[in-house]
């Protein structure tokens, strides 16, 4: 397979843009920001745990097969690492408040550690195929955020902000690691290619529901919340309504399907939307793109 001529679904006149934005700054916010609800708080700070490490490592992944890489691509990575420095700084100054409001992050975050470490002591494109489906894991969380308010209602605004403008920029550079993923294993059998990016779905997806549900579950303890009714409040939330976890799960089967590419879901609707409320509420800063 030869990048420099094979046509894919990114669309061509897509522009990566990093938006360097800062949130959360001028007062603390609330314990419970997200409507004063338990549940909806734990699984956005869990979720917030994995992101300082979880996108430099990211970066890492995607960055050591930018030299070779088709212009275009080569292009799209330096965006795109641009992209995740920023959320990564974010994320670490949304959890330094989440920690300000009394909560224990550091299991949750030795968690994180524990699982990149697994890539470790592995061939680069481990790490790679780690990342491309994460990536996807992201890139359906934030379309979902977009598409329905309701994940969202009730929380905080800097909050709601932030993972507003994070999910506009995951969906923005959603294909970036695809790409890389096929450039890097372009000489593969389409099968080869096919078994370890499955494999590796498999895990991530284990791993993420796992360790997603166990970090909501220990910081809904922190505020006193256990048992039967700290799971049946996490799992509503997460599978019925507004059900984040179960109205993802055919853009997450997708990824299994022959010819998958993120891009083949057209959401630009849901940049474009963004875009002309953000507008109107924030003025953002051009950045100079990652080297």
């Known amino acids: 397979m030869d990048m420099s001529t094979i046509s894919l679904p990114t669309p061509h006149d897509l522009r990566i843009t990093p938006r360097d934005r800062r949130f959360g700054r001028k007062a603390a916010a609330p314990r419970l920001w997200h409507g004063g609800r338990v549940e909806a708080t734990a699984i956005y700070n869990a979720l917030s745990t994995t992101f300082p490490k979880g996108e430099a490592f990211f970066v890492e992944s995607v960055r ?13 990575i330096k965006a795109f690492t641009t992209q995740e420095a920023i959320h990564s700084r974010e994320h670490d100054a949304f959890n ?18 524990e699982r990149l470490a697994i ?13 491309m489906a994460l990536e996807h894991f992201t890139a359906i969380l934030a379309h979902q955020l977009l598409a329905e308010p309701r ?7 800097e909050a709601a902000d932030l ?71 996490l799992l509503w939330y997460l599978w019925v309504r507004p059900g984040m ?19 083949n879901e057209d959401d630009r609707a849901l ?9 109107v509420e ?10």
Do not use: C
Not at 119 to 131: N, W
């Open 163 to 233: 993972w507003r403008w994070h999910a506009a920029e995951e969906i923005e550079h959603k294909g970036v690691a695809y790409d890389t993923w096929l450039h890097a294993t372009r000489h593969w059998r389409r099968s080869k290619r096919w078994k370890l990016k499955a494999r590796v779905m498999l895990l991530i997806t284990r791993n993420f529901v796992v360790d997603r549900t166990a970090g909501a579950l220990e910081l809904m303890r922190q505020d006193r919340v256990t048992g039967l009714r700290a799971w049946t409040l």
């Open 96 to 113: 330094k408040r989440a920690a300000a409001a009394g909560y224990d992050l550091a299991k949750l975050e030795a968690r994180v550690e």
């Open 282 to 291: 924030a003025p953002t800063r051009k950045v100079r793109r990652a080297v």
């Open 151 to 157: 994940h969202l209602e009730g929380a905080e605004k």
């Open 64 to 76: 050591a097969f930018r030299e070779g890489a088709p212009a275009r691509l080569a292009e799209e």
């Open 119 to 131: 890539t470790g002591d592995k061939p680069p494109i481990v790490s790679l195929a780690a990342t």
């Open 271 to 279: 940049l474009a939307a963004y875009a002309g409320a953000a507008s």
């Open 245 to 263: 976890f179960r109205k993802i799960a055919g853009a997450w089967l997708k990824f299994f399907l022959p010819g998958f590419h993120p891009w």
